[in-house]
């Protein structure tokens, strides 16, 4: 019996390892594309409210939380409406993205595009509910002034192309890891086993990998150290690692001792409640416990699909620095969206 638990443990820290392995390759790769395209948005998002929609949607389905830190940079210096804040909420779904990109690629995919669209559908309706109730965003929003995520440009390069790259323990450090990470993959001493693409996660493994040594060996020290050491690592990822361990352990316990999957099928209507409310919860962490339970085929799309909704992981705590009355009046808004989707969705069977 206590080697039997072992066992599962051990299978349950080497998933959650892995799962974040992938997780911060991407969060790395969006990161690096945002300071690539800094300062693009802000003239994009200029013109109709429609197009005010659709770029807060699709910033907010991006993966991560930069998407919505940039919805609440535009917000506050008044190039958003109300109603395109709220939509960019509905369509984030926080750093838990990069994870069910890792546990389910395809469903997530489908997900993503479906909360981009209602993120749209989500904006119009705040937009005609803010203009009925004369709901209008606070003023200290339009004076606010905030810096993008790199305010200097100049200090993004890829020195290996210009200059030699400055020696530092912590690049040479992440190099390393990554490197004995592509011999483990490559031996299949630790890792996915399978080459073929019907199970592509080990290419993926190797694939990404080997993009996060290139990205490490050549952005400049600013970057490294800002942007990957106390950002994506300080910020995120130790985070990710204990919430996913913690997520899976709680299903495998349920699983086998609570009779997990027997309450949540007999009280699917509840939990698809509970899983909105969860959302309220301005962090990313606890929507993973609704994505594990997904990924063990316990929970229908509906329900995972009305937590995503409603959650929008770390991207409201910048707004709430600025208004809190703003903030919980698009929490109020798109608790009410997601349980109303989320029950249109689970009538028709989903």
Same mark, same amino acid.
């Given at each position: 019996m206590v080697k039997k638990t072992v066992f599962e443990i051990t299978q349950i820290i080497n998933r959650s390892i892995m799962i974040t392995i992938f997780v911060f390759v991407m969060m790395l790769l969006v990161d690096y594309f945002n300071v690539l395209t800094r300062g693009k948005m802000k003239n994009m998002v200029k013109g109709s409210r429609f197009k005010q929609y659709t770029i807060a949607s699709f910033l907010g389905a991006t993966p991560g939380c930069l998407g919505a830190f940039m919805n609440v940079s535009l917000y506050v210096h008044g190039l958003l409406t109300f109603g395109a804040i709220a939509g960019g909420m509905i369509a984030t779904s926080g750093d838990e993205s990069f994870v069910m990109l890792t546990m389910f690629p395809r469903e997530a995919l489908?997900?993503?595009i479906l909360l981009f669209i209602l993120g749209i559908i989500g904006a119009w309706f705040a937009d005609r509910i803010a203009? &009925?109730?004369s709901i209008v965003p606070c003023?200290?929003?339009t004076l606010q002034k905030i810096h993008d995520l790199d305010d200097h440009q100049h200090h993004f390069q890829l020195p290996i192309l210009q200059k030699p790259v400055e020696f530092s323990l912590f690049r040479y450090g992440l190099i390393l890891i990554f490197v004995i990470l592509l011999g483990l993959n490559i031996l299949g001493i630790w890792g996915p086993q399978s080459w073929n693409w019907d199970e592509p996660e080990r290419i993926i493994l190797f694939s990404l990998s080997t993009i996060a040594v290139f990205i490490i060996a050549t952005v400049s020290k600013h970057y490294l150290y800002e942007h990957i050491g106390n950002h994506i690592i300080k910020k995120h990822i130790w985070k990710i690692f204990l919430w996913t361990f913690f997520a899976l352990l709680f299903v495998n316990i349920g699983l086998q001792h609570w009779n997990l999957e027997h309450f949540i099928k007999a009280n699917i209507g509840l939990v698809l409640i509970i899983s909105a409310l969860v959302g309220l919860i301005p962090e990313s962490g606890p929507h993973l416990i609704i994505v594990t339970? &997904?990924?063990q085929g316990i929970v229908p799309f509906s329900v995972l699909l009305t937590s995503s909704i409603s959650?929008?992981?770390h991207g409201?705590?910048?707004l709430l620095s600025y208004t809190i009355r703003d903030s919980v009046l698009i929490k109020i808004f798109n608790?009410?969206?997601a349980i109303i989707i989320?029950?249109? &969705? &689970?009538?028709l069977g989903l």
């Open positions: 489908i997900l993503f203009n &009925f109730f003023k200290e929003c339970l &997904f990924a959650q929008d992981g409201m705590l910048p608790l009410i969206f989320g029950l249109c &969705f &689970f009538a």
